[in-house]
């Protein structure tokens, strides 16, 4: 169960999806539709209406400064920036996706959010009538310019505590009944959304007097996912680790934890006592890699490339037992395989099951310090990780 731990209990959604589900709870969002091309830009534009704002779907902060942020004014002006935002990089993410709304007029720019205060045991609010600017400085500069509330979860957030906040974060007077209202709904998308953050930057009074969220942060529970079969998609769409990328675009059920000892087996059960046997003998894995039944050249060779591209792996365990795939294919498998692949890594086989004779046999032939066999699952585990740590 180690590995449904560290394969993530947060799920970050992209500003996007964060409207789309703040939508859900009522909160007012600027009506928009995603692009991944210039023409789809165009499209969006028009159904939103002029002016619009294109934005890059990113997750990570200070889009607008890196010119991933642009308003535009007609139908050229989209499709210049749409071919800017389109494929730049914004520190260390590239777009692929635009969020096209219609713009908004801006009087002020405020700051909400939710998040659990774990030592408190209690929901925390802040809000601030200095919005627009990452929390983190405001907090830094002028901590006082931030109102907290704690909220005890059976409790909730009243309209009374909702209004009182937005009083003490000293926001305009005309943007407190709707900053308030949006707060009680922005606390129920929090809680009954199953989040571990909401936060709206910025929130913002439009000079004809309405609130409403230009930004959306959102950052799911995961925990909470057998809730929400509407969260698969997100899934889709998540940031994977260039590691977790490569192997999904291989096929290969893996997850990348924090060792040096590359790990391949077949089958999960397997997989999972492997880790478990590397950290018996004081090592630590660096993946989780399970190449299912079949244990061809070509699935060895797409699991041995994962493992080659992952920097800190200093030694590979693979573990296979023979059953419907027999011995002699897995040995050949991991011959052609090395032909196809440059390793960094030495290779520790314990191969076990139907044929592991003829498999052993084949491997013998190839056998030096680089492809080392072993007849068990605990010994193969301790050359493993001792080649980990010489290697160091
Ligand atoms: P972030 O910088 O990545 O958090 O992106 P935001 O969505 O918060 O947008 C950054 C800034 O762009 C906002 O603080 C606004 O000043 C500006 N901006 C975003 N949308 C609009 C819009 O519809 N109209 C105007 N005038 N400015 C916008
Ligand atoms: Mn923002």
């Known amino acids: ?85 389109l494929g730049m990089d914004i520190r260390g993410h590239r777009v692929s996706r635009l969020w096209v709304e ?64 937005v009083d003490a974060a000293g926001l305009h007077p005309e943007a407190r009944a709707g900053a308030a209202d949006i707060l009680v709904k922005l606390y129920r998308c929090f809680v009954e959304g199953d989040a571990d953050l909401v936060e709206i930057n910025p929130l913002i009074l439009t000079p004809d007097g309405r609130v409403h969220a230009l930004d959306a942060k959102v950052t799911l529970d995961d925990n909470a996912a057998f809730r929400h079969p509407e969260w698969d998609e997100y899934r889709g769409t998540q940031v994977l680790d260039p590691r977790e990328r490569l192997a999904r675009e291989k096929g290969l059920q893996y997850v990348g934890l924090d060792g040096s000892v590359g790990i391949i087996a077949n089958g999960a059960g397997l ?58 294919e897995v040995a050949n498998g991991i011959v052609e395989a090395l032909a196809r692949v440059t390793l960094r890594s030495p290779i520790v086989i314990r191969l076990d099951g139907t044929n592991a004779e003829q498999g052993r046999d084949i491997l013998s032939r190839h056998q030096s310090d680089r492809l080392i066999s072993r007849p068990t699952m605990v010994e193969a585990a301790r050359t493993a990780v001792e080649l980990a740590g010489a290697a160091q």
């Open 1 to 85: 169960m180690r590995v449904a731990c560290q394969g993530g209990s947060r799920l970050d959604l992209f500003e996007y999806q964060g409207k789309q589900y703040f939508a859900r709870f009522g909160i007012p969002v600027s009506p928009g539709g995603v692009a991944d091309t210039e023409e789809e830009a165009v499209a969006r534009a028009a159904a939103a209406g002029y002016p619009v704002v294109l934005k890059a779907q990113v997750q990570v902060g200070g889009r607008g400064k890196a010119g991933g942020i642009q308003l535009a004014s007609n139908e050229q002006e989209v499709r210049h920036h749409a071919r800017n935002i």
């Open 102 to 165: 219609h713009a908004s007029d801006i009087a002020h720019e405020y700051y909400a959010s939710f998040t659990l205060d774990r030592s408190s045991k209690k929901h925390l609010g802040l809000v601030s009538a200095k919005g627009g600017v990452e929390i983190e400085q405001v907090a830094a500069e002028d901590p006082d310019a931030i109102a907290r509330v704690e909220i005890d979860p059976v409790e909730g957030l009243s309209a009374a505590v909702a209004r009182r906040l």
């Open 271 to 328: 997989a999972m006592s492997t880790l478990d046997v590397v950290n018996q003998v004081g090592g630590a894995p660096a993946n989780f890699l399970d190449i299912g039944g079949g244990a061809s050249a070509a699935v060895m060779s797409n699991a041995l490339e994962v493992i080659n591209a992952d920097p800190k792996v200093r030694a590979i365990f693979i573990n296979i037992f023979g059953g419907i795939t027999q011995g002699q």
